[in-house]
C-alpha cells in the first residue's frame, strides 16, 4: 500500500523517512551529457531539473555544486540534475506541440519541473541511523530505453509506469504504455530507478546503467532482494512528472482509429520506450546527512528555499530551436513509430 502512504505523506508529515521535494525546471533543450556527452546537440528534446552547471559535457570528476550557482529544487543544496524526454500532442493533421508540466500536490506554483523522491528504506522499515549509503559525488544512471516500443521490452523496466489521473491525488492503475483514455487531471509519468549497486563500479559504468539492478524479484516496495550481481542496497531515487493533457482530451480531437494522441520526444507513441537519467549533485554531504535523520518533506538539517526561489533558475537553451507552437516535426525531425499503438519489434 505504498501508494497510500505516499498520499497521506504528501499531505501531512509522517515518520516515514522519505525526502520528496520539489524541483522547477531549468531548461527544455536536446542537450544529454550523459549519452551524448559533448555532442552539441542530442537527438531528442529534453526537460532538465536541478542545477544550473547542467551541460553539453559533465566532468564526474567535478561536483556539480562546485560549478552551480543556484538550483531549482526545494532543497538548496541538491545541484543534481534531473532529465525525462519531453511529451507531445500529434494532432490529427499530423502536427505537434509540446505537453505542458504541472506542479503536483503541495508544489501546484512550481514552473514545469517534477517531484522528487529519495527513498533509503523498505515498506515496513525504520532506518538505522547510519545503515544507508547516499550517492556520491559522480554518481550517474539512466533508466528505460527509448528504442522500446513493445510491452514485453518495457517489463524489463518494470517500474517506469503512468498514471492515468481522475483527480491530482490518483496513485492507482499505473500502466506502462500511454493511457489509452483522456485522463481527466493530466498523466502523471512515474520513473523509478533500480535500488541495488554491483559495490565495485564506484559511480557509473560505461552505458550508466549496468552498475545499477532492480531486485532480483518483486520491487524496492515489496522488500525483494538484490541480486548476487549487486548486492548492495541503495536509495530508490524516483521521479514523478505531471503532464497536463487536459487541454486535449476531447476525443474528437484525438486520431480517428480511436488510439491515444501523445507521443514522446523521441517519436514513441506507444509509452514503452519512457526513460529517465539522473547525475548526483548534491553538495558535500547533504544528501547523507538527510538519510541520516529521518528527513521528510521537512528537512532541518538541509536548507531549503521556496519554489517561488526555485522558479528563478532558469537555464538559456544552448541549442536554440522552436519548440512551441504546432510544429510540423518533432524537435530534430524525430520520427514517429508505434502510431495506433501497433507494437514494433
Ligand atoms: C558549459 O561548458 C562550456 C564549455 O565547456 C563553458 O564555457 C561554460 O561556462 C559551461 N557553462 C556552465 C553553465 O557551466
Ligand atoms: C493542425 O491542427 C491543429 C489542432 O487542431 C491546429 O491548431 C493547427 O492550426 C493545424 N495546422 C495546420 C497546418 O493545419
Known amino acids: 500500500m505504498r501508494w497510500t502512504k505516499f498520499t497521506i505523506v504528501g499531505l501531512v508529515p509522517s515518520i516515514h523517512a522519505l525526502l520528496r521535494f520539489s524541483c522547477s525546471q531549468l531548461v527544455v533543450e536536446r542537450l544529454d551529457p550523459l549519452v551524448n556527452p559533448g555532442e552539441k546537440v542530442s537527438p531528442h528534446l529534453h526537460q532538465i531539473i536541478g542545477g544550473n552547471a547542467f551541460n553539453v559535457s559533465m566532468d564526474p570528476t567535478i561536483a556539480p555544486s562546485d560549478q552551480a550557482t543556484c538550483t531549482t529544487c526545494t532543497f538548496a543544496e541538491d545541484f543534481s540534475n534531473y532529465w525525462t524526454?519531453?511529451?507531445?500532442?500529434?494532432?490529427?493533421?499530423?502536427?505537434?506541440?509540446?505537453?505542458?508540466?504541472?506542479?503536483?500536490?503541495?508544489?501546484?506554483?512550481?514552473?514545469?519541473?517534477?517531484?522528487?523522491?529519495?527513498?533509503?528504506?523498505?515498506?515496513?522499515?525504520?532506518?538505522?541511523?547510519?545503515?544507508?549509503?547516499?550517492?556520491?559525488?559522480?554518481?550517474r544512471m539512466i533508466i528505460g530505453n527509448p528504442t522500446y516500443r513493445t510491452e514485453a521490452e518495457a517489463k524489463k523496466f518494470r517500474q517506469l509506469t503512468y498514471t492515468c489521473l481522475k483527480d491530482s491525488m490518483t496513485r492507482t492503475g499505473e500502466t506502462l504504455a500511454f493511457p489509452t483514455q483522456p485522463c481527466p487531471a493530466g498523466i502523471m509519468v512515474n520513473v523509478r530507478?533500480?535500488?541495488?549497486?554491483?559495490?565495485?563500479?564506484?559511480?557509473?559504468?560505461?552505458?550508466?546503467?549496468?552498475?545499477?539492478?532492480?531486485?532480483?524479484?518483486?520491487?524496492?516496495?515489496?522488500?525483494?532482494?538484490?541480486?548476487?550481481?549487486?548486492?548492495?542496497?541503495?536509495?530508490?531515487?524516483?521521479?514523478?512528472?505531471?503532464?497536463?493533457?487536459?487541454?486535449?482530451?476531447?476525443?474528437?480531437?484525438?486520431?480517428?482509429?480511436?488510439?491515444?494522441?501523445?507521443?514522446?520526444?523521441?517519436?514513441?507513441?506507444?509509452?514503452l520506450g519512457n526513460h529517465g537519467d539522473y547525475i548526483?549533485?548534491?553538495?558535500?554531504?547533504?544528501?547523507?546527512?538527510?538519510?541520516?535523520?529521518?528527513?521528510?518533506?521537512?528537512?532541518?538539517?538541509?536548507?531549503?528555499?521556496?519554489?517561488?526561489?526555485?522558479?528563478?533558475?532558469?537555464?538559456?537553451?544552448?541549442?536554440?530551436?522552436?519548440?512551441?507552437?504546432?510544429?510540423?516535426?518533432?524537435?530534430?525531425?524525430?520520427?514517429?513509430?508505434?502510431?495506433?499503438?501497433?507494437?514494433?519489434?
Not at 93 to 101: A, E, M, S, Y
Not at 108 to 121: A, D, K, L, N
Not at 245 to 251: E, G, Y
Not at 258 to 263: E, L, R, T, Y
Request: hydrophobic share 35%.
Open 85 to 139: 524526454a519531453v511529451m507531445f500532442f500529434r494532432a490529427r493533421n499530423g502536427t505537434f506541440k509540446r505537453v505542458p508540466i504541472k506542479g503536483n500536490v503541495n508544489f501546484e506554483q512550481s514552473q514545469g519541473g517534477m517531484t522528487v523522491y529519495y527513498t533509503p528504506t523498505l515498506a515496513n522499515g525504520a532506518v538505522k541511523k547510519g545503515s544507508v549509503t547516499a550517492f556520491k559525488k559522480g554518481f
Open 280 to 345: 548526483f549533485g548534491w553538495k558535500g554531504d547533504a544528501l547523507q546527512r538527510a538519510m541520516d535523520n529521518n528527513c521528510n518533506i521537512n528537512c532541518p538539517t538541509l536548507k531549503s528555499q521556496s519554489i517561488a526561489e526555485g522558479n528563478k533558475c532558469i537555464q538559456q537553451q544552448k541549442v536554440s530551436e522552436n519548440i512551441d507552437g504546432w510544429l510540423s516535426e518533432l524537435p530534430g525531425g524525430m520520427m514517429v513509430t508505434g502510431l495506433g499503438g501497433t507494437p514494433i519489434a
Open 193 to 271: 530507478f533500480p535500488t541495488c549497486w554491483d559495490g565495485t563500479n564506484l559511480a557509473d559504468s560505461p552505458d550508466h546503467m549496468s552498475h545499477v539492478a532492480y531486485p532480483s524479484s518483486g520491487t524496492f516496495e515489496s522488500n525483494g532482494p538484490c541480486p548476487s550481481t549487486h548486492p548492495v542496497k541503495i536509495p530508490q531515487l524516483f521521479y514523478e512528472v505531471v503532464w497536463d493533457t487536459t487541454k486535449f482530451k476531447d476525443k474528437s480531437l484525438w486520431p480517428e482509429d480511436g488510439s491515444q494522441p501523445f507521443v514522446w520526444s523521441f517519436g514513441d507513441a506507444t509509452g
